[in-house]
């Protein structure tokens, strides 16, 4: 006979950002395999589309579907997940994937931010702000977000200068990226508790080092080719780099678990070299000011 637990874990609505390749395609196809509904978000409809067929037709799940958004642009993502919002009436999981590294030379968004931190930081907080009303509805939501070992490598962050206008290198701009998003998910943990929202975890993950595309623009540089060269024989499989999230997602033991950062082999402690509540506070309030004009 089944029990309730067992039930609370079976078919739910799960979405993937970044499914369409590397870790989050993983990530989406082991959790279909698994028998949940997935929506799986993509930049390009033709390579989501492909991909979606893919694991369509390699898992034999149907309650699978694709939408897509380019996370460099608010407006997008609103969209986005408005027409979520229109189709399903909750979200079990959030699995925010998506993450990019670009180059040594600073870009900015058409909505002016620097584009590092908008696809790791402000993109994962905007979504989850708009999305909480359906993952409250949920009788037992995860937000796993995907982070990096590369949070220990950002150096110092210079918090009057959050977006590196005046300190930016490729390096930084990613490990800082990934160090803040770890510290929005634990204000979002503590959020939760002020408003008495007590069926939603947020969780981080890393996925170690996994052979994907994520440095497609990073090795532009001849520099940065190198350090991918001499770094190939610390990579891990791109299914056991996914394994973090995927066991954050769904694993009945992390049922109710929240604030915690896990790898492939599981918990783990982040670097908390340059924590404080205080700045915790200051990425907190610069990213709801930040998304503020596009709610
Ligand atoms: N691979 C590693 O060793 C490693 C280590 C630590 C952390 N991570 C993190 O793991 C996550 C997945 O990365 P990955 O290694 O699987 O890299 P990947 O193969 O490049 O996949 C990244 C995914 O994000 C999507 N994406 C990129 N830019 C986007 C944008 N502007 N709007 C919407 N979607 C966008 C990509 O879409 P397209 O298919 O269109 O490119 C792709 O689906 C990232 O957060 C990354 O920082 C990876």
Same mark, same amino acid.
């Given at each position: ?10 078919? $739910?609505?799960?979405?993937? %950002?970044?499914?369409?390749d590397g870790i989050?395609k ?6 279909? $395999? ?13 390579? %989501? ?53 670009? %180059? ?51 150096? $110092? ?20 990226? $990934? ?28 996925p170690?080092?996994a052979p994907t595309n994520l440095a ?22 791109v299914?056991?780099g ?47 000011? %930040? ?5």
């Amino acid at each position: 006979m089944e029990n309730k637990n067992d039930n609370k874990m079976k078919n $739910k609505i799960i979405l993937v %950002t970044g499914a369409s390749d590397g870790i989050g395609k993983e990530t989406a196809k082991v959790l279909a $395999k698994q028998g949940h509904t997935i929506i799986l978000h993509g930049r390009n409809p033709q390579k %989501t589309q492909a991909v979606y067929e893919e694991i369509k037709a390699e898992t034999g799940n149907v309650n699978i579907e694709y939408l897509t958004a380019d996370f460099l642009s608010f407006a997008e993502i609103k969209r986005f997940a408005d027409n979520i919002k229109q189709k399903y009436d909750r979200l079990d999981v959030l699995v925010n994937n998506a993450g990019a590294q670009f %180059t040594d030379k600073r870009e900015t968004t058409a909505d002016g931010h620097e584009k590092t931190m908008m696809i790791n930081v402000f993109a994962p907080f905007f979504l989850i702000t708009l999305l909480l009303d359906l993952l409250k509805k949920s009788p037992s939501a995860r937000v796993v977000t995907v982070s990096s070992a590369a949070h220990k490598m950002g150096g $110092k962050p210079y918090m009057d200068d959050i977006e590196l206008t005046k300190h930016y290198s490729m390096g930084k701009a990613y490990g800082l990226s $990934k160090l803040y998003v770890i510290w929005v998910m634990r204000h979002f943990v503590s959020e939760m508790e002020k408003a008495g929202i007590t069926n939603i975890t947020f969780n981080t993950v890393h996925p170690s080092s996994a052979p994907t595309n994520l440095a497609r623009e990073s090795s532009k540089s001849w520099k940065f080719r190198i350090i991918l060269f001499l770094w190939r024989p610390m990579l891990i499989t791109v299914a056991k780099g996914a394994s973090s999230s995927i066991n954050a997602a769904t694993a009945p033991e992390l049922e109710g678990i929240t604030g915690k950062y896990f790898g492939p082999k599981g918990e783990e402690k982040t670097c908390d070299k340059y924590y404080s509540p205080e700045n915790e506070q200051i990425i907190w309030d610069y990213c709801k000011q %930040t998304v503020k004009p596009y709610l």
